[in-house]
């Protein structure tokens, strides 16, 4: 029987190709913070180091403790105090990654009818990013937290996609077992084979499927506006 739907966002239910994003994102946030004396490129090193660090989190700490234990490896301890200025750039200027995004008019109602048939929703997106970041994403599609039981972000995630442990801990955190629960994604390896991996299954969804992947593994892939047909199936059928 399944007891729960999970849902990547960016790529997913958020259309965006995601070369384009982490360029732009990239850009708007060099942009932002300049003023408070960092040098481009080796704040983007220092990102995607800390970045690395999430994805090799074993569990021991928060993805957050993680990333910002690196950033002060690199800049010292007292440019921790720049926290809440890099956290105000998640509410102002990245919400211009909007002109980079396609529309979505199925999320609100895939979201809606995923908890009709279920009564549990997840927002599975790699915790990489704080929650404030990911809100305004999902405000991108008309989503906010609100709409899901739990929300990964990296604040309160210990483990990152594509380790496995990533989608044992929720299956842990909501008593649910691998065969209960289906994914919907966009990554080939960091969905679909890391949820294999626990047991569960994924379907790869939309025009932004990463290609390229280290998956080994075939999963259908299905259009946006076929996901309400297809969890009502998985439903009916389980």
């Known amino acids: 029987m ?3 739907f999970f849902f990547d966002l960016d790529g997913t239910l958020l259309p965006i ?10 850009s708007l946030l060099v942009k932002k913070v300049s ?11 220092t990102i995607w180091k800390g970045t690395e660090a999430m994805y090799k ?19 010292g301890q007292e440019k921790l105090k720049d926290i809440p200025f890099f956290n105000e750039f998640y509410v102002t200027d990245f919400k211009k990654l909007k002109d980079f995004i396609s529309p979505n008019p199925y999320a609100k109602d895939i979201v ?11 927002l599975a997106t790699n915790p990489i990013f704080p929650l404030v970041a990911t809100e305004t994403r999902m405000g991108f599609v008309r ?10 972000a990296y604040e309160n995630f210990s ?11 929720l299956l842990k955190m909501f008593s649910l077992k691998p065969e209960e629960v289906i994914m919907f994604g966009n990554n080939p390896y960091e969905d679909g084979e890391c949820a294999l991996k626990v047991g569960i299954k994924t ?12 998956a080994t593994h075939e999963f259908k892939h299905i259009e946006l506006s076929e996901v309400i047909k297809t969890m009502e199936e998985e439903v009916r059928t389980s």
């Open 203 to 214: 379907y790869l969804v939309g025009d932004y499927i990463i290609q390229g992947t280290k």
């Open 35 to 45: 003023p408070l004396g960092y040098e481009p490129k080796r704040l983007m090193e």
């Open 159 to 169: 483990y990152s996609k594509p380790n496995p442990k990533y989608f044992a801990e």
């Open 2 to 4: 399944i007891k729960a």
């Open 143 to 152: 989503l906010k937290p609100t709409d899901f039981d739990f929300v990964t």
């Open 57 to 75: 989190n074993d569990g021991s700490k928060t993805n957050y403790q993680a990333f910002w234990d690196y950033f002060a490896s690199i800049y």
């Open 17 to 26: 190709d995601e070369k384009v994003f982490v360029e732009q994102y990239f």
């Open 112 to 122: 809606k009818k995923a908890r009709e048939l279920t009564g549990k929703v997840v």
